[in-house]
Nanobody, 123 residues
Framework: QVQLVESGGGLVQAGASLRLSCAAS????????MGWFRQAPGQEREFVAAITWTGGNSYYAESVKGRFTITRDIAKNTVYLQMNSLKPEDTAIYYC????????????????WGQGTQVTVSS
């Protein structure tokens, strides 16, 4: 079992930056990849970014590429999502998730999820 706790969300103006953190605990040695997903009210959960734990290979949704950066600190068992040039359409609950077997953009491929952190971007 892996426990994930997100933090760092908040209310910011368009164009601002925000850094989300996801602290992992438990059987972290079993993690192959960690990802960030987001979900706005009435919308389907969508992929944002993911990173392989050991290799640090990252992947991004086209909507955030160039603005968001995913990184991880192996020593701290923490993954980060640096969000720059935020737009109102980035407003959503952001979830951290871990995958034991692969790195994908499909939510159901991730076994463990955090509780989410709210990101609100005003215009």
């Amino acid at each position: 079992q892996v426990q994930l706790v997100e933090s760092g969300g908040g209310l910011v103006q368009a164009g601002a930056s925000l850094r989300l953190s996801c602290a992992a605990s438990g059987r972290t040695f079993s993690m192959y990849a960690m990802g960030w997903f987001r979900q706005a009210p009435g919308q389907e959960r969508e992929f944002v970014a993911a990173i392989t734990w050991t290799g640090g290979n990252s992947y991004y949704a086209e909507s955030v590429k160039g603005r968001f950066t995913i990184t991880r600190d192996i020593a701290k068992n923490t993954v980060y999502l640096q969000m720059n040039s935020l737009k109102p359409e980035d407003t959503a609950i952001y979830y951290c998730a871990s995958s034991r077997y692969s790195i994908t953009y499909i939510p159901r491929d991730y076994e463990y999820w955090g509780q989410g952190t709210q990101v609100t971007v005003s215009s």
